[in-house]
């Protein structure tokens, strides 16, 4: 077994029994080598020793997550939990730290593919990220205004005013640093007039905290238009809210072919929507996972995430590849990022707790670069298998489980199955029936 770390900062051994030992209080490295092929309960331990993860912690891990009465608080008519596989992407190195990446997904190859494409960037010095302040828009629609353009300008003339009644219904969010900063009015081509607060939402997502302030100033605003307001609402384009990520992959590292595979596979989806739908899609397998672990809401990162890929009036893909001068491959990706550490989800689930520990990121901001940082190692992990092998070679191991189980086999049946599968080249459920049968009559 297998359960060494490579890496600058060495921070553990294998004892003669094949065992992980820790090196108590040494810095840890989050490459670690062979980390797929342990058993669960190891991987779990070296989980736990690299967050400081307490007994209870791993409890949750091991599927005493979400209780009933929990479930029961968090949304109506609830009569059960639904559990997903929770799995962590490896060797991450963003901004000179070493992150282990929650992730949950139910879909195969996903942790393994972004594992791999951290990996291949470290050489390099891993991922770089920044962001935005973590400003939230919230809208108020206003119709049958006589003159939208002078109510646009009455508007703007008592911005502070709007603001400061805004700012008055979370104290809590202003003690923090957050709170409305800035008003932009907008007339649209049917004549309503938009008002959006742009709200730092600090350490939350920030969607009840900004619907709580655009309800509280629609009254001022129907009596500066004299129009009448309709929708008060978040919107979840949040462009003001922003992740970025930067990665270099070295030519001598990836193979100067995968290089021009991706950059042409790149130029794919930033000319045709059918194909940045799908590329957009494979970066959001990565956002995604971890935005779930986390608590977060997935539909509002994805809204956000689509919307802005479409904000130059044509759909396109999030990321950019580029060879560099020396023939390296570059990738960026800038997407928009609502998600929190407060709130939501994000404080009453149990696993997003532990999803949170073992990221240990601080802030929300420090959270979304991670997230970028996913998404962009996802992207280019589907583009490099797209532009070499195809996805399903890594895909069918994995896949052909689903199929054995599918087809009815259970306990060492399901790897028999499979294993037999991948070797035939035929992953299908009449093959998978045919085998069982086969190992059955044995
Ligand atoms: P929330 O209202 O539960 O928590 C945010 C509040 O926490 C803030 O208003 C503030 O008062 C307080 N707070 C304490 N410490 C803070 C800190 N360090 N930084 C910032 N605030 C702090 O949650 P929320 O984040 O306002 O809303 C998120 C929820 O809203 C999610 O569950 C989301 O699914 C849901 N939602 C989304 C949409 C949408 O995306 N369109 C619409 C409605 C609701």
Same mark, same amino acid.
């Given at each position: 077994?297998?359960?060494?770390?490579?890496?600058?900062?060495?921070?553990?051994?294998?004892?003669?029994?094949?065992?992980?030992?820790?090196?108590?209080?040494?810095?840890?490295?989050?490459?670690?080598?062979?980390?797929?092929?342990?058993?669960?309960?190891?991987?779990?331990?070296?989980?736990?020793?690299?967050?400081?993860?307490?007994?209870?912690?791993?409890?949750?891990?091991?599927?005493?997550?979400?209780?009933?009465?929990?479930?029961?608080?968090?949304?109506e008519n609830v009569i059960g939990t639904f559990e997903l596989p929770f799995g962590v992407a490896v060797?991450? *190195?963003?901004?000179? =730290?070493?992150?282990?990446?929650?992730? !949950? @997904?139910? %879909?195969?190859? +996903?942790?393994?593919?972004?594992?791999?494409?951290?990996?291949?960037?470290?050489?390099?010095?891993?991922?770089?990220?920044?962001?935005?302040?973590?400003?939230?828009?919230?809208?108020?629609?206003?119709?049958?205004?006589?003159?939208?353009?002078?109510?646009?300008?009455?508007?703007?003339?008592?911005?502070?005013?709007?603001?400061?009644?805004?700012?008055?219904?979370?104290?809590?969010?202003?003690?923090?640093?957050?709170?409305?900063?800035?008003?932009?009015?907008?007339?649209?081509?049917?004549?309503?007039v938009i008002t959006h607060l742009l709200v730092d939402c600090r350490d939350a997502m920030g969607a009840?905290?900004?619907?709580?302030?655009?309800?509280?100033?629609?009254?001022?605003?129907?009596?500066?238009?004299?129009?009448?307001?309709?929708?008060?609402?978040?919107?979840?384009?949040?462009?003001?809210? *922003?992740?970025?990520? =930067?990665?270099?992959?070295?030519?001598? !590292? @990836?193979? %100067?072919?995968? +290089?021009?595979?991706?950059?042409?596979?790149?130029?794919?989806?930033?000319?045709?929507?059918?194909?940045?739908?799908?590329?957009?899609?494979?970066?959001?397998?990565?956002?995604?996972?971890?935005?779930?672990?986390?608590?977060?809401?997935?539909?509002?990162?994805?809204?956000?995430?689509?919307?802005?890929?479409?904000?130059?009036?044509?759909?396109?893909?999030?990321?950019?590849?580029?060879?560099?001068?020396?023939?390296?491959?570059?990738?960026?990706?800038?997407?928009?990022?609502?998600?929190?550490?407060?709130?939501?989800?994000?404080?009453?689930?149990?696993?997003?707790?532990?999803?949170?520990?073992?990221?240990?990121?601080?802030?929300?901001?420090?959270?979304?670069?991670?997230?970028?940082?996913?998404?962009?190692?996802?992207?280019?992990?589907?583009?490099?298998?797209?532009?070499?092998?195809?996805?399903?070679?890594?895909?069918?191991?994995?896949?052909?489980?689903? @199929?054995?189980?599918?087809?009815?086999?259970?306990?060492?049946?399901?790897?028999?199955?499979?294993?037999?599968?991948?070797?035939?080249?035929?992953?299908?459920?009449?093959?998978?029936?045919?085998?069982?049968?086969?190992?059955?009559?044995?």
């Amino acid at each position: 077994m297998d359960a060494g770390r490579e890496g600058d900062v060495p921070s553990g051994t294998n004892d003669p029994k094949g065992e992980y030992v820790m090196v108590v209080g040494v810095a840890m490295t989050s490459e670690l080598k062979g980390f797929y092929q342990l058993p669960l309960e190891e991987r779990l331990k070296i989980v736990k020793e690299f967050a400081a993860l307490s007994e209870k912690e791993v409890e949750i891990l091991r599927g005493r997550g979400l209780e009933l009465d929990q479930a029961q608080r968090m949304i109506e008519n609830v009569i059960g939990t639904f559990e997903l596989p929770f799995g962590v992407a490896v060797n991450f *190195l963003i901004n000179g =730290r070493d992150y282990l990446i929650p992730m !949950v @997904i139910e %879909e195969p190859s +996903v942790v393994a593919a972004a594992s791999n494409a951290a990996k291949s960037a470290r050489p390099s010095g891993g991922f770089f990220t920044s962001s935005t302040d973590p400003v939230m828009i919230g809208q108020i629609q206003v119709v049958n205004v006589i003159n939208p353009f002078v109510a646009r300008l009455q508007l703007l003339e008592k911005k502070k005013e709007i603001i400061d009644v805004a700012n008055a219904q979370d104290p809590v969010l202003v003690k923090f640093g957050g709170g409305c900063r800035d008003m932009e009015v907008r007339v649209l081509e049917n004549g309503m007039v938009i008002t959006h607060l742009l709200v730092d939402c600090r350490d939350a997502m920030g969607a009840n905290a900004v619907n709580t302030m655009v309800e509280a100033v629609a009254p001022l605003i129907e009596e500066i238009t004299g129009g009448r307001v309709y929708l008060r609402i978040l919107s979840n384009l949040a462009k003001y809210r *922003l992740a970025r990520a =930067r990665v270099k992959y070295l030519r001598e !590292v @990836i193979g %100067e072919e995968t +290089v021009d595979g991706i950059v042409e596979a790149y130029e794919f989806a930033r000319a045709d929507p059918f194909r940045a739908a799908t590329h957009n899609k494979g970066i959001m397998n990565g956002v995604s996972a971890v935005v779930l672990a986390t608590g977060n809401d997935t539909r509002a990162v994805e809204a956000g995430a689509h919307a802005y890929a479409s904000i130059s009036g044509r759909y396109t893909s999030l990321t950019h590849w580029e060879k560099d001068e020396t023939g390296n491959l570059v990738g960026s990706i800038e997407m928009p990022m609502a998600v929190g550490l407060v709130g939501g989800a994000t404080k009453s689930h149990p696993v997003a707790q532990v999803a949170v520990k073992i990221l240990q990121v601080k802030t929300a901001q420090e959270l979304g670069e991670v997230i970028a940082a996913v998404g962009l190692a996802q992207n280019c992990a589907a583009l490099r298998a797209l532009a070499t092998v195809g996805i399903q070679k890594g895909h069918m191991k994995l896949h052909a489980k689903n @199929i054995a189980q599918m087809a009815g086999a259970t306990g060492d049946l399901i790897e028999k199955v499979a294993s037999q599968m991948v070797k035939e080249g035929k992953v299908r459920s009449d093959r998978a029936e045919e085998i069982l049968k086969e190992l059955k009559g044995k």
